[in-house]
């Protein structure tokens, strides 16, 4: 972690202060950074990456005809994990929506209930995905659940009709296999809207090995790169991450209205993923990449 | 701020038109209402939140005309302020139609303190861009002939690369307006490459892609616009295709490889400025010694001689290639022409008398 160049040496500092120096055990270690991420990342309205300690991860984003950075009209693509809301549905039961409300009874079964809702027609997907959106933005002014993953739309556009759907999404997007299948909805929004964008380092990711470090020398604007669960991708897409935003229904409208069932089954094991990934970069950016550990 | 997301929205409106003529928390400042208000924004999800609601307020007073109806008591402090924070704000969802309505009224007027209010206005266009409308009026200002809104090239450059991304890449005016910032950029021509370079630097990080795709991009982009061909030394002119062993180099490069290696010229790039060819390994171990050689020489001049001038750039190139020959990196071919013949029509020496007529006609 510490040899992340990603890594400031602020927010390298704020770790070690936490999970402690001397005498750590990989339990120890992994529980402390758990928790260090729980508290500092995930739980936080102000995330260590959105402060100064971060400004090297910093994205620029270009401001009308002033300094360089992204152009903010760039589009942004997010999976939002409807499988992975079951705590905030079944804390919203009295959405004004009323979408919700079957939840109520604790007995129900949450997969069956999600599919129902997600296999509905038109009009109604349309409604429990504007009630969806409707509780997470005002969720998220109680309960933070940080970073945002986001990549580039342009770069993630030949992924979106492939034959297996979203299985391909999470997949081409370094989503980790889940434990069961996962419906997510696509959203497209614009640079412009997310505040601040930054390149993503381990300490934003979790304890993950899912995450995959970039190699040094790329320059900021171009994001982290997401390990492709598949092993088949030829360039690396960028992603970023940012705080939580409030989402707008259009956001789904003009990313196609789409919500599927993604499977976990990916066809190459774990470290075959990692050697994978690691030479696309060695492909991609040259030999320096090489130095990364696998 | 956390005080002013908490008044009804009637209340933000009137006490942002007191903001930004100096009254109230903002007369402490010393500075232009509008930078204390982007200064006091907080990071993140939360100065997202706050932007919106600024343009929200800001929607409310253009929607008051404020450049044909009074408004407060300095009319122009308040315009001015007004259209510098829409300018630093990216929402043209709530601000490019009431911005779009200001222009096509084209009655603002007047300036604050030497500051041409409709300069806010070409700022505050440039950032909330919500549709193409303007690529025309950009390419009118790259030519000098917007009436209206004054700006210079760079300025037209800069509309064009903020108009509304097509296929996540830059609008296709934005070739065509560095073309026309290419010809006129400059009067010192020591100075045109450099500044040229800060144009394509913001450009290549507007748009994040791979930076061999964007070497090809670039050249390409040229080609099709016709930039003049100096702006040949703003590039990499030694670029690497996508297809294996598909390289791109100045044309004398490419007929010296050619004559020596018998490899044909697969394709002339930027009305053959450069040539692309698919090298095997001889010529290509000849081709990488003459790129190393060529850009170690461009690091040293940067670093050390300060030289940036595209003039610096040939005078470089010529040598690397002459050198290349005399100390047999590669066989002199007997029918090779000297660079000058490439150089001389390109990129002609610099010269007190050398007009700008002569200047364009390059």
Redesign the interface.
Same mark, same amino acid.
């Given at each position: 972690m510490v040899d992340d160049y990603r890594v400031p040496q602020s927010r390298e500092n704020l770790l070690l202060k936490s999970v402690g120096t001397a005498g750590i055990g990989a339990a120890k270690l992994k529980e402390g950074f758990t928790n260090f991420f729980k508290s500092n990342i995930r739980g936080s309205?102000? #995330?260590d990456f959105? &402060?100064p300690v971060n400004a090297p991860n910093r994205v620029?984003?270009?401001?009308? +005809?002033e300094g360089?950075? *992204? %152009?903010?009209? *760039?589009?942004l693509v997010r999976l939002l994990n409807l499988t992975g809301l079951e705590r905030v549905y079944r804390n919203h039961t009295r959405h004004a929506s009323g979408e919700f409300n079957s939840l109520e009874d604790h007995t129900k079964d949450f997969t069956v209930w999600l599919r129902d809702k997600c296999q509905a027609g038109d009009a109604e997907l349309e409604r429990f995905i504007a009630a969806t959106l409707d509780m997470l933005n005002n969720d $998220?002014k109680k309960h933070a659940y940080q970073p945002v993953w986001a990549a $580039?739309?342009? =770069?993630f556009?030949p992924y979106l009709d492939h034959p297996e759907g979203a299985t391909r999404w999470r997949q081409a997007l370094g989503l980790k296999p889940d434990s069961r299948p996962c419906w997510y909805a696509v959203l497209k929004y614009?640079v412009? =809207?997310?505040?601040?964008l930054f390149r993503p380092s381990q300490l934003d990711a979790d304890w993950s090995g899912y995450h995959f470090p970039s190699p040094a020398g790329v #320059?900021v604007?171009?994001?982290g790169f997401p390990m492709d669960c598949r092993g088949e991708s030829d360039?690396p897409l960028?992603e970023y991450v940012?705080?939580?935003?409030?989402h707008r229904l259009d956001h789904w409208t003009l990313a196609g209205r789409r919500v599927k069932l993604g499977l976990m089954n990916d066809p190459l094991g774990f470290q075959a993923l990692r050697r994978r990934h690691h030479d696309l970069l060695v492909n991609?950016f040259g030999e320096a990449a090489r130095q990364w550990r696998l | 701020m956390d005080r002013w997301l908490g008044f009804a929205p009637v209340e933000r409106e009137a006490q942002l038109v007191r903001w930004l003529q100096n009254y109230d928390d903002a007369a402490s400042w010393g500075d232009d209402p509008y930078r204390w208000i982007l200064d006091s924004l907080p #990071?993140?999800?939360?100065?997202?939140?706050a %932007?919106s609601a600024l343009a929200d307020a800001i929607r409310a007073v253009l929607a008051r005309r404020p450049d044909v109806e009074p408004l407060g008591t300095h009319r122009e402090q308040l315009l001015y302020n007004l259209l510098q924070l829409a300018?630093?704000i990216? $929402?043209?969802g709530r601000l490019w139609p009431p911005l779009l309505e200001m222009l096509n009224r084209r009655k603002l007027a007047g300036d604050f303190f030497g500051s041409d209010l409709r300069a806010s206005l070409r +700022?505050?266009l440039?950032?909330n %861009?919500g549709d193409t409308q303007l690529a025309a009026l950009w390419l009118r200002m790259g030519r000098k002939q917007e009436d209206f809104l004054p700006g210079t090239l760079v300025?037209a450059y800069?509309?064009a &690369?903020?108009l509304?991304?097509e296929?996540?890449?830059?609008s296709p005016v934005v070739a065509e307006s560095l073309s026309l910032a290419a010809k006129d950029l400059e009067p010192d021509l020591d100075r045109r490459r450099p500044r040229f370079m800060e144009l394509l $630097?913001?450009l290549t990080?507007?748009?994040?892609r791979?930076s061999a795709r964007w070497d090809v991009d670039l050249i390409r982009m040229a080609g099709a616009a016709g930039w003049p061909r100096w702006a040949c030394s703003c590039v990499n002119a030694f670029p690497r295709f996508p297809d294996p062993g598909d390289v791109g180099m100045p044309t004398p490069v490419a007929r010296a490889i050619g004559s020596s290696f018998d490899v044909p010229i697969k394709e002339e790039l930027w009305s053959g400025c450069l040539a692309r060819m698919t090298l095997g390994n001889g010529a290509l171990a000849y081709y990488e010694r003459f790129r190393d050689e060529f850009e170690a020489g461009l690091d040293n001049m940067r670093e050390k001689t300060k030289y940036r001038s595209d003039r610096a750039w040939v005078g470089l190139f010529h040598m690397t290639f002459e050198r290349s020959l005399n100390q047999k990196w590669i066989t002199r071919p007997s029918q090779i022409e000297s660079s000058a013949s490439f150089l001389c029509p390109t990129f002609r020496p610099l010269n007190p008398g050398f007009s700008s007529a002569d200047q364009s006609a390059h």
């Amino acid at each position: 972690m510490v040899d992340d160049y990603r890594v400031p040496q602020s927010r390298e500092n704020l770790l070690l202060k936490s999970v402690g120096t001397a005498g750590i055990g990989a339990a120890k270690l992994k529980e402390g950074f758990t928790n260090f991420f729980k508290s500092n990342i995930r739980g936080s309205q102000t #995330p260590d990456f959105i &402060l100064p300690v971060n400004a090297p991860n910093r994205v620029p984003v270009r401001g009308g +005809a002033e300094g360089d950075g *992204l %152009q903010p009209g *760039l589009s942004l693509v997010r999976l939002l994990n409807l499988t992975g809301l079951e705590r905030v549905y079944r804390n919203h039961t009295r959405h004004a929506s009323g979408e919700f409300n079957s939840l109520e009874d604790h007995t129900k079964d949450f997969t069956v209930w999600l599919r129902d809702k997600c296999q509905a027609g038109d009009a109604e997907l349309e409604r429990f995905i504007a009630a969806t959106l409707d509780m997470l933005n005002n969720d $998220r002014k109680k309960h933070a659940y940080q970073p945002v993953w986001a990549a $580039r739309w342009d =770069e993630f556009k030949p992924y979106l009709d492939h034959p297996e759907g979203a299985t391909r999404w999470r997949q081409a997007l370094g989503l980790k296999p889940d434990s069961r299948p996962c419906w997510y909805a696509v959203l497209k929004y614009k640079v412009g =809207e997310v505040g601040s964008l930054f390149r993503p380092s381990q300490l934003d990711a979790d304890w993950s090995g899912y995450h995959f470090p970039s190699p040094a020398g790329v #320059p900021v604007w171009r994001g982290g790169f997401p390990m492709d669960c598949r092993g088949e991708s030829d360039r690396p897409l960028s992603e970023y991450v940012h705080q939580q935003i409030d989402h707008r229904l259009d956001h789904w409208t003009l990313a196609g209205r789409r919500v599927k069932l993604g499977l976990m089954n990916d066809p190459l094991g774990f470290q075959a993923l990692r050697r994978r990934h690691h030479d696309l970069l060695v492909n991609h950016f040259g030999e320096a990449a090489r130095q990364w550990r696998l | 701020m956390d005080r002013w997301l908490g008044f009804a929205p009637v209340e933000r409106e009137a006490q942002l038109v007191r903001w930004l003529q100096n009254y109230d928390d903002a007369a402490s400042w010393g500075d232009d209402p509008y930078r204390w208000i982007l200064d006091s924004l907080p #990071p993140g999800a939360a100065g997202a939140d706050a %932007q919106s609601a600024l343009a929200d307020a800001i929607r409310a007073v253009l929607a008051r005309r404020p450049d044909v109806e009074p408004l407060g008591t300095h009319r122009e402090q308040l315009l001015y302020n007004l259209l510098q924070l829409a300018a630093a704000i990216h $929402r043209p969802g709530r601000l490019w139609p009431p911005l779009l309505e200001m222009l096509n009224r084209r009655k603002l007027a007047g300036d604050f303190f030497g500051s041409d209010l409709r300069a806010s206005l070409r +700022a505050a266009l440039i950032g909330n %861009q919500g549709d193409t409308q303007l690529a025309a009026l950009w390419l009118r200002m790259g030519r000098k002939q917007e009436d209206f809104l004054p700006g210079t090239l760079v300025d037209a450059y800069y509309g064009a &690369l903020m108009l509304p991304p097509e296929n996540g890449g830059p609008s296709p005016v934005v070739a065509e307006s560095l073309s026309l910032a290419a010809k006129d950029l400059e009067p010192d021509l020591d100075r045109r490459r450099p500044r040229f370079m800060e144009l394509l $630097r913001s450009l290549t990080t507007a748009f994040p892609r791979d930076s061999a795709r964007w070497d090809v991009d670039l050249i390409r982009m040229a080609g099709a616009a016709g930039w003049p061909r100096w702006a040949c030394s703003c590039v990499n002119a030694f670029p690497r295709f996508p297809d294996p062993g598909d390289v791109g180099m100045p044309t004398p490069v490419a007929r010296a490889i050619g004559s020596s290696f018998d490899v044909p010229i697969k394709e002339e790039l930027w009305s053959g400025c450069l040539a692309r060819m698919t090298l095997g390994n001889g010529a290509l171990a000849y081709y990488e010694r003459f790129r190393d050689e060529f850009e170690a020489g461009l690091d040293n001049m940067r670093e050390k001689t300060k030289y940036r001038s595209d003039r610096a750039w040939v005078g470089l190139f010529h040598m690397t290639f002459e050198r290349s020959l005399n100390q047999k990196w590669i066989t002199r071919p007997s029918q090779i022409e000297s660079s000058a013949s490439f150089l001389c029509p390109t990129f002609r020496p610099l010269n007190p008398g050398f007009s700008s007529a002569d200047q364009s006609a390059h």
